[in-house]
T-cell receptor
């Protein structure tokens, strides 16, 4: 079967760095996405990786290793507004997104 | 309209009733999707449409139907609602003509079936 694993919850301190991991087993691979979802709101697109390596976008970076079925989202200089759930999703061989259950990130002052 | 809109925002429905959730996008995206999101679970695909006039079944299609008469609209119908269909429903769209096929989401409909 297809499976996306990510931690259920993480806690970090304002101003610090946090890394959210995602491992996947899917039928085929056509890219990995990270989304941010604030409570009661819709998911919003953060990043996309299809090749191995690091993609940097401001305070957020996303890394992919296809051989290991692994990705992480790195958030730097954490702000209180970064408190949200972070969703990892993989596009499979049918070009459908398979979603993880999300990681709830709690930022403490 | 900017992006994707969904209606209603929330709804309480008696079991056995018929309900249509509306979704409209103005980005001229060819593909559209319906997901449900339940606590502790990832987003699950109900139905999708790669282009106007075509639809396909996702992971959890039972009890739901869709139509795609034009590019902009993608309504989701629950023919006879059951309590297990209580969930938050998100509509999304993407441009499948090239690029990353990134999906963009509407604000969601919170549905409670009693």
């Amino acid at each position: 079967g297809q499976n996306i694993d990510q931690p259920t919850e993480m806690t970090a301190t304002e101003g610090a760095i946090v890394q959210i991991n995602c491992t996947y087993q899917t039928s085929g691979f056509n890219g990995l996405f990270w989304y941010q979802q604030h409570a009661g709101e819709a998911p919003t697109f953060l990043s996309y990786n299809v090749l191995d390596g690091l993609e940097e976008k401001g305070r957020f970076s996303s890394f992919l290793s296809r051989s290991k079925g692994y990705s992480y989202l790195l958030l730097k200089e954490l702000q209180m507004k970064d408190s949200a759930s972070y969703l990892c999703a993989v596009m499979d061989s049918n070009y459908q997104l398979i979603w993880g259950a999300g990681t709830k990130l709690i930022i403490k002052p | 309209i900017a992006g994707i809109t969904q209606a209603p925002t929330s709804q309480i429905l008696a079991a056995g009733r018929r309900m249509t959730l509306r979704c409209t996008q103005d980005m001229r995206h060819n593909a559209m999707y319906w997901y449900r999101q339940d606590l502790g679970l990832g987003l699950r695909l109900i139905h999708y449409s790669n282009t106007a006039g075509t639809t396909g079944k996702g992971e959890v299609p039972d009890g739901y139907s869709v139509s795609r008469a034009n590019t902009d609209d993608f309504p989701l119908t629950l023919a006879s609602a059951v309590p297990s269909q209580t969930s938050v429903y998100f509509c999304a769209s993407s441009d499948r003509t090239g690029g990353t096929d990134t999906q963009y989401f509407g604000p969601g409909t919170r549905l409670t079936v009693l």
